[in-house]
């Protein structure tokens, strides 16, 4: 170890150092960086929320977006990336899910949630928005855009309510 002391309440270290067995953390903890979980086991690393309160909320995943300014239209909040393989082998981003501040304006809040998927034309292949939620501020309705472009598919199973005009 490259250095190590001890207080009362906190260990020090620097350099790198492995864990091995469970370690239980049983106050909040902050992590500063990256961090990274890793596993060469089928099905893992899995990353669980457990609640085991006997109310009716349950565990939160917070993605805060706080950068010491005003919010703007636009701001990403949060996304998931979903990347693997190609047939040559190289990390490609098939999917991800993105949310951002669809409209920032104070008491008119609104926020926009974006689903995509990777598509190609044969020669190029580029993220395209599958499925998009867009919240207004001012008229509490929320816009659905389901599809890429007009020769996207959309397949409905089972019975379609459609409350309101059709276009």
Not at 49 to 64: C, D, E, H, R, V
Request: proline share 1%; hydrophobic share 35%; aromatic share 8%.
């Amino acid at each position: 170890i490259a250095s190590a002391y001890l207080d009362s309440d906190t260990a020090h270290l620097s350099g790198t150092q492995t864990f091995s067995g469970g370690k239980v953390f049983s106050a909040d903890t902050i992590f500063e960086g990256s961090v990274f979980l890793e596993n060469a086991s089928t099905s893992k690393p899995l990353l669980q929320f457990k609640n085991t309160n006997s109310g009716t909320t349950a565990s939160q995943l917070w993605f805060l977006k706080d950068k010491g300014a005003a919010g703007a239209d636009g701001d990403d909040i949060g996304t998931f990336l979903f990347l693997a393989d190609n047939s040559a082998q190289q990390q490609t981003t098939f999917a991800k899910i993105i949310a951002e501040v669809g409209t920032a304006l104070d008491t008119d809040e609104a926020g926009k949630l974006t689903l995509g998927v990777t598509a190609s034309n044969g020669s190029t292949t580029g993220m395209k928005d599958a499925f998009v939620l867009t919240g207004h501020g001012t008229n509490n309705i929320v816009d659905a855009s389901i599809g890429y472009c007009a020769t996207s598919t959309t397949t409905v199973n089972g019975d379609l309510t459609v409350s309101g005009d059709t276009v």
